[in-house]
């Protein structure tokens, strides 16, 4: 049994900062790549930033440069600093976990809200 358990969404005004946490648990030894995805209401889900064990980051052109992705890898959490948000932030934040280290495959969180108001 493994599961991702995100935290720390809510509702913040424009140029507001929020940290969200995923927490993996079960039997899995460890993820090779952990990220996090996002959708908003009409849009399809996209990649924000995502982190291999090695730390090589990768991030969504939109959000470069306000968001920094981090982990633990001995405790597999990871980390969405988010700085300076946006209206268009404004989705459902997913955490993604994939022990092959292939994105978009693996295991996922239920999704935390994330609501920027301007």
């Known amino acids: 049994q493994v599961q991702l358990v995100e935290s720390g969404g809510g509702l913040v005004q424009a140029g507001g900062s929020l940290r969200l946490s995923c927490a993996a648990s079960?039997?899995?030894?460890?993820?090779?790549?952990m990220g996090w995805y996002r959708q908003a209401p009409g849009n399809q889900r996209e990649l924000v930033a995502s982190?291999?064990?090695?730390?090589?980051?990768n991030y969504a052109d939109s959000v470069k440069g306000r968001f920094t992705i981090s982990r633990e890898n001995f405790k597999d959490t990871v980390y969405l600093q988010m700085n300076n948000l946006k209206p268009e932030d404004t989705a459902v934040y997913y955490c993604?976990?994939?022990?092959?280290?292939?994105?978009?495959?693996?295991?996922w969180g239920q999704g935390t809200q994330v609501t920027v108001s301007s």
């Open positions: 993604n976990a994939d022990v092959f280290g292939n994105a978009g495959h693996g295991y």
């Open positions: 079960g039997n899995i030894f460890s993820f090779l790549l």
């Open positions: 982190i291999t064990s090695g730390g090589s980051r």
